[in-house]
C-alpha cells in the first residue's frame, strides 16, 4: 500500500478525515435539537435522549467486531460499505415517524458508524511507513474527526434553528452520501490481510501481547477523561455565560480546532521532542482543566479548551499509533480494541461524572478529568518511553523519567 503516491495518500487522508468529520458529528449533533424531537412527537426530553442511546450501545458493541473483519475482507471495502449505511440511515432518520422508528434507525446508524474510526486509523497505518508522516496523518484524520464532534453543536443547532431537527440527520446522510462517492470513485480496493475470519484468532493474539494490552488500556483512560469531560461543558459554559446552544458550539468548535492543527504535527512534535512529549501532554490537559473548573471568565476559558485539545490529540495519537506497530499484519483488529477501550472508558466517564456533579459540582468534574488527563500522560511515558525499550524495575523506570525529564 505504500506504492501510493504522495498525492494519492493525501486525498486519501483528506477523504478520509471529512468523512469522519460527519460520521462524528452525526451523534453529537443530536444534543441541541432533543427539545424539537421531543416537542413533535410529545415525548419526554428523556425518552428523546434515549435515541442518543440507541445510536452509541451499538457504536461501542459493533467497534470490536469491523477489524478483524477489515482484516479479512479489506479495508477501504469495509469502509466504503460502512459509510454507505451510515449514509443511508442518517437520512432515513429524517423521515422517522415516531420516537420508536427514530431510535431504530439510529441504532442500525450506530452500528454502521462503528466501522468508519478504527478501519480508517488501520488504514492509514498501513499506507504510511514513515513513523513522522504516519503520526502526522493519523493526527489529521483524527483531528478532523474531532472537529467534526466539536462543532456538531453549531452545526445542528444552526440548522434546527433556520429548518427543522430533520433538515440536521438529511444534511449529516446527504453530506456522508456525497462522501461515499468520492470513496468509491478515488480508492482502491485491495485483499485484506487475513486468509480466514476468525475473530477468536484474531483477539487471542492481541490479548495474548502483553506491551500491546498496556498501551491501549490507556485509552480508557483517556476516553474517560475527555469523552466523560467534554460532554458537559456544553452545559456548563451555557450556566456560567448565558450565551445560547449555538454560541456554545462555537467555543467548543476551539477544541476540535486544536485537535486537527495539533493532530498534523504530532509527528513532528515526537520527532523533535521524543517521550516526553507525552508527559509535557499531561501537564497541559491538567492545567487546561483546572483553568476550565475555576472559572476566570471566558476570555481563560478559550485557550484552556485549545490546550484541551491539543493535549488529547497528542496524547491519543501517540498511544494509537505505538499500538498499531505490536501487531502490524492486523492493524485493523488493534484499532478496533482500541476504538472499544475508548469508548467504554467514555462511557464510564459520563456515567460516572454525573454522580461527581451531583456531589462536587462542575468544578469537581473537571478538576478530576485533569487529574486523569495528567496520569495518562505520565503513564504514557512510562510505558511507551520507557517500558517499551527493554523493560525496567518500577525503580529504574522512576530513575529514568527524573533523568529523562531533567537531562534530555
Not at 501510493?4 to 460527519?22: A, P, Q
Not at 476551539?254 to 499531561?282: D, E, M, N, P, Q
Not at 512510562?382 to 534530555?408: P, Q, T
Amino acid at each position: 500500500m505504500s506504492s501510493r503516491t504522495s498525492r494519492e495518500k493525501k486525498l486519501l487522508v483528506y477523504l478520509l478525515g471529512f468523512m469522519g468529520f460527519w460520521v462524528m458529528g452525526d451523534n453529537y449533533a443530536a444534543s441541541p435539537i432533543l427539545v424539537d424531537i421531543a416537542a413533535e412527537f410529545s415525548v419526554d426530553i428523556g425518552t428523546a435522549a434515549m435515541t442518543v442511546t440507541a445510536y452509541m450501545l451499538p457504536f461501542g458493541l459493533f467497534t470490536i467486531a469491523f477489524g478483524p473483519l477489515a482484516d479479512r475482507f479489506g479495508k477501504v471495502r469495509v469502509i466504503t460499505t460502512a459509510a454507505l449505511g451510515t449514509a443511508i440511515f442518517s437520512s432515513l432518520a429524517a423521515g422517522a415517524f415516531n420516537i420508536y422508528s427514530l431510535g431504530a434507525l439510529r441504532a442500525v446508524n450506530g452500528a454502521f458508524a462503528a466501522a468508519i474510526l478504527p478501519v480508517t486509523i488501520s488504514l492509514i497505518g498501513d499506507v504510511y511507513e514513515e513513523p513522522k508522516s504516519k503520526m502526522n496523518s493519523i493526527g489529521t484524520v483524527m483531528g478532523m474527526y474531532f472537529l467534526g464532534a466539536a462543532a456538531a453543536t453549531a452545526i445542528g443547532g444552526g440548522l434546527s434553528f433556520i429548518g427543522s431537527w430533520r433538515i440536521v440527520y438529511l444534511t449529516y446522510g446527504i453530506a456522508e452520501l456525497i462522501l461515499v462517492l468520492l470513496l468509491y470513485k478515488f480508492l482502491t480496493f485491495e485483499k485484506g490481510t487475513m486468509d480466514k475470519l476468525s475473530f477468536r484468532v484474531a483477539y487471542s493474539d492481541a490479548i495474548s501481547h502483553p506491551k500491546l494490552l498496556r498501551t491501549v488500556a490507556l485509552l480508557s483512560l483517556v476516553g474517560f477523561a475527555v469523552f466523560g469531560s467534554f460532554t458537559y461543558l456544553g452545559e456548563y459554559l451555557v450556566q456560567k455565560t448565558g450565551y445560547n446552544l449555538l454560541e456554545v458550539g462555537l467555543i467548543l468548535t476551539l477544541f476540535g480546532l486544536a485537535a486537527f492543527l495539533g493532530g498534523r504535527r504530532v509527528g513532528t512534535l515526537k520527532k523533535k521532542i521524543g517521550s516526553k512529549i507525552l508527559f509535557i501532554a499531561g501537564v497541559l490537559g491538567l492545567i487546561s482543566l483546572l483553568t476550565i473548573s475555576y472559572w476566570l471568565g471566558i476570555y481563560f476559558v478559550l485557550p484552556a479548551l485549545f490546550g484541551f485539545g491539543l493535549s488529547f490529540v497528542i496524547l491519543q495519537v501517540t498511544i494509537i499509533t505505538t499500538a498499531q506497530q505490536y501487531l502490524p499484519e492486523k492493524r485493523g483488529t488493534v484499532m478496533s480494541l482500541a476504538s472499544f477501550n475508548m469508548f467504554i472508558g467514555g462511557a464510564v466517564g459520563i456515567f460516572i461524572n454525573r454522580t461527581i456533579l451531583a456531589r462536587l459540582s462542575y468544578q469537581g468534574l473537571f478538576m478530576i478529568a485533569g487529574i486523569a488527563i495528567f496520569t495518562v500522560g505520565v503513564l504514557a511515558f512510562l510505558i511507551i518511553g520507557l517500558f517499551s525499550k527493554e523493560g525496567c524495575s518500577a525503580m529504574d523506570c522512576l530513575l529514568r523519567l527524573y533523568r529523562k525529564l531533567n537531562l534530555d
